[in-house]
């Protein structure tokens, strides 16, 4: 650590508060309210601009509310699942709830925006500080008294600059995407519907009457529905850092496989499990939990295993993989897919399931004609979405250096 470099304590230069909630009960608190008003619920959003919800006047000067200045730092105190520990920064004045401290610096001390970039990058030191799990809490002396090491003022502000250009980045990516998948949901579901000549009802909505009706295993037949290995069949300890990928639920993103933490068996363990393999136009599905979750496999990941926790499905020519993903991702066939798994704490689902699945079929030229449109869009969003995950891991490590000072920054 650089000598200039100075070990504070958060109280040392900042004002630590937690904000309150007006009696819901009272109309006259909330109604027609323009008071921004933020719930632990919104710290994911990272940069507040707007909140859910507002107060009057009234219910900020009859409950333990209070005005916090555009760049405070919010950390939320408690909340639900993975909320604790969570940091965001104010674009404007608001209130919030008891359940979020707000920071607010000395600027001739402290950046706002490196403060928030400093304790948002230390998401799990905050998790642990605050006195367990479940539903355990920060407050404000544990807040309060968190050290920081501060660099001069001038070297923050730029800190702070190249890490909120990655954030600015991530964000671009993000919502061409957004608009990307909206253009293509639109465009999936003129396609599935088709354009022209009679029509029929079907579960998918409209569509043309020489459309084919049936299931999935019905198309592909039951044969080509394999589960992937049990746990006794393909232990943990056999996954090595070299080999044979073995593709998990957690491996597939935007309908394809990614490989950052795949896992991977000996070549002659793979030999073992012959009937696993994959082959290009296989669609696996995750078993447990997400089970709306597939993945098309490419002539990438040919030979590949299909894992524990997947079903594969064999197109086999039967229907065009592209096309019966398509139909994955319809909302009748994930409200049937969640409707029909067995499991109380956790949905599954089995070949026979994954068999019954309705599906409808064009001919041939029509699934190909429909696949190429699709397409162009699919390896859009995927090419995006890996440049978004690079970007996060590129963030992570470049806060982590400038933050510790490993790096300095030349102002």
Request: net charge neutral.
């Amino acid at each position: 650590m650089s000598e200039d470099w100075k070990a504070l304590q958060v109280g040392d230069f900042c004002e630590v508060s937690a904000g309150g909630t007006p009696d819901t009960s009272i109309k006259e608190y909330w109604e027609d309210g323009n008071i921004p008003w933020m719930s632990s619920g919104e710290v994911h959003k990272q940069r507040i601009k707007e909140t859910e919800s507002h107060i009057t006047t009234l219910g900020l000067h009859n409950s333990s509310a209070k005005f916090f200045p555009k760049d405070s730092v919010l950390v939320a105190l408690a909340g639900q699942g993975k909320t604790r520990g969570k940091v965001a920064i104010s674009e404007i004045e608001l209130t919030t709830n008891q359940s979020i401290a707000a920071i607010i610096a000395r600027k001739d001390i402290c950046d706002p925006e490196f403060l928030y970039y400093n304790l948002s990058n230390r998401y799990e030191e905050l998790r642990s500080l605050s006195g367990g799990s479940g539903r355990a809490g920060l407050n404000l002396s544990i807040l309060s008294a968190i050290e920081i090491y501060l660099p001069p003022l001038p070297e923050q502000k730029k800190i702070a600059e190249i890490l909120s250009g990655i954030d600015n980045l991530v964000r671009s990516l993000t919502e061409h995407n957004q608009k990307l998948e909206a253009t293509k949901t639109a465009l999936s579901k003129e396609l599935i519907s088709g354009h022209s000549g009679h029509r029929k009802e079907s579960p998918y909505g409209q569509i043309p009457e020489h459309w084919i009706e049936s299931t999935l295993g019905g198309i592909i037949g039951m044969a080509n529905l394999q589960t992937g290995p049990f746990g006794s069949q393909l232990h943990a300890h056999e996954y090595t850092t070299e080999g044979i990928p073995v593709v998990m639920p957690q491996d597939m993103r935007k309908c394809g496989v990614v490989t950052d933490k795949i896992a991977r068996i000996t070549p002659d363990r793979a030999q073992t499990l012959e009937k696993h393999k994959v082959s290009p136009g296989d669609i696996l599905f995750s078993r447990r939990g997400d089970i709306g979750r597939h993945a098309i496999i490419s002539s990438n990941e040919s030979g590949w295993i299909c894992g524990t926790g997947c079903l594969r499905a064999r197109t086999d020519g039967a229907i065009n993989p592209i096309f019966l993903s398509e139909l994955l991702r319809h909302k009748y066939a994930l409200e049937w897919l969640n409707a029909n798994a067995v499991g109380q704490t956790m949905l599954n689902l089995n070949t026979g399931i994954l068999a019954d699945l309705p599906v409808v079929v064009p001919p041939a030229d029509e699934q190909e004609k429909i696949a190429n449109s699709l397409s162009s869009i699919n390896e859009q969003t995927r090419r995006i979405a890996n440049k978004i995950w690079h970007t996060q891991n590129l963030k992570a490590a470049v806060a982590s250096d400038l933050l510790s000072g490993r790096n300095r920054v030349s102002v």
